[in-house]
């Protein structure tokens, strides 16, 4: 029986890791199905994490947390976790290797990833001029136009928030009427520097090896194409949470969960279950941040050691 499992190794996880080795706790293994780092790694910028002034691609942004959180005797297991289930007072930790591994705590920071809107050129940009985080890469755009992508709450609060920095943002979606709150529809239709594109898709972003140069749209009524020469395009089609491993053998999930899928927390990262922490982007309200996800699991992990402590 280990005492600590720590699923999943962005941010949140390694932060984890960290406090709860250094705080004293012996038995701790982070799980993580590839090489610990999360989605950061896939970005080729990051430049807002505190503390941090040079810009870096997400892999060398990464690389010296892996050093740091395994210095004081966490374990990396490589193998993805199937299943948690809750076991009398402890957990049983199903692997895809077929194997079992009894924790007395968990740590679920098993993070999540924006859907794709599958449109030519997306892969290709990704993360040099497509985007699906505002607040991470609005500012390389500062003064510049910008597209979005999307009709929910998310895409016109982040439309309305990319306005702040760019010049102009076409907001771009399939439909004439929005998913969102009638506030915040309100708000982007008053914002002068937000030029509403519907019922439109994009086609294509193309660009060159510095990137993205524009979109081909195409009007889903009449058919009629427009191009928009912007370097940066927004997309907000969606986010998938990895809560899988919580589905139960009947069903059910091991804790509770909001309306939109994530982990309910309270402040100190309890989930519902005794004994069961959500740290990072799988839990409510998260803000979808290194920094975030980084202080969520140091609390997390603060909190399992009181618990594991509380054990005796
Ligand atoms: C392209 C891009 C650019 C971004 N840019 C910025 C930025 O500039 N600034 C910023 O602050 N944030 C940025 N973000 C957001 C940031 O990456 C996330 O908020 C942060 O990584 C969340 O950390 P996490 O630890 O909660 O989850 P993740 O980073 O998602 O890590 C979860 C880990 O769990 C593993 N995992 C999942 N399921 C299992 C399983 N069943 N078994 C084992 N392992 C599993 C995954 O492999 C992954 O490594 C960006 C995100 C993307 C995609």
Same mark, same amino acid.
């Given at each position: 029986m280990i005492n600590l499992a720590i699923i999943g190794g962005g941010p949140a996880g390694l932060s984890a890791g960290l406090y709860a080795t250094r705080g004293g706790i012996k038995d701790v293994v982070l799980f993580e199905r590839g090489m610990p780092g999360g989605q950061i790694t896939s970005s080729s910028e990051i430049e807002n994490y505190p503390g941090v002034k040079e810009i870096m691609s997400g892999i060398d942004f990464m690389q010296p947390w892996q050093e740091q959180c395994f210095r004081f005797g966490l374990t990396h297991n490589m193998n993805e976790v199937q299943m948690v289930a809750k076991n009398g007072d402890h957990f049983d930790i199903h692997l895809s290797d077929g194997s079992k591994i009894e924790s007395k705590a968990v740590i679920l920071s098993t993070g999540g990833r924006p859907k794709k809107a599958?449109?030519?050129?997306e892969d290709e940009f990704w993360g040099r001029g497509v985007s699906t985080c505002a607040t991470c $890469? @609005? &500012?390389?755009?500062?003064n510049k136009e910008v597209a979005v992508l999307g009709g929910g709450d998310t895409a016109l609060e982040e439309a309305i928030y990319l306005t702040r920095m760019c010049s102009k943002v076409y907001l771009i979606h399939?439909? $004439? @009427? &929005?998913?969102?709150?009638p506030v915040t529809i309100e708000h982007v239709k008053n914002n002068p520097k937000i030029e509403i594109l519907t019922p439109m898709v994009i086609e294509e972003v193309y660009g060159d090896n510095s990137g993205v140069s524009g979109i081909r749209l195409n009007n889903i009524e009449t058919n009629e194409k427009r191009e928009l020469n912007v370097p940066g395009v927004f997309i907000f089609v969606g986010y998938d949470v990895n809560t899988g491993i919580l589905r139960q053998n009947d069903g059910s999930m091991l804790c509770k969960m909001n309306d939109m899928g994530q982990v309910m927390v309270n402040l100190n990262m309890k989930?519902?279950?005794?004994g069961l922490f959500a740290a990072g982007d799988?839990?409510?309200?998260?803000?979808?941040?290194v920094v975030i996800a980084a202080g969520d699991g140091a609390t997390a992990a603060l909190s399992a050691i009181e618990y594991l402590q509380s054990m005796g």
């Open positions: 599958h449109i030519k050129g $890469d @609005g &500012f390389f755009y500062k399939r439909r $004439d @009427g &929005f998913r969102a709150a989930t519902s279950v005794e799988i839990r409510e309200s998260s803000q979808k941040q």
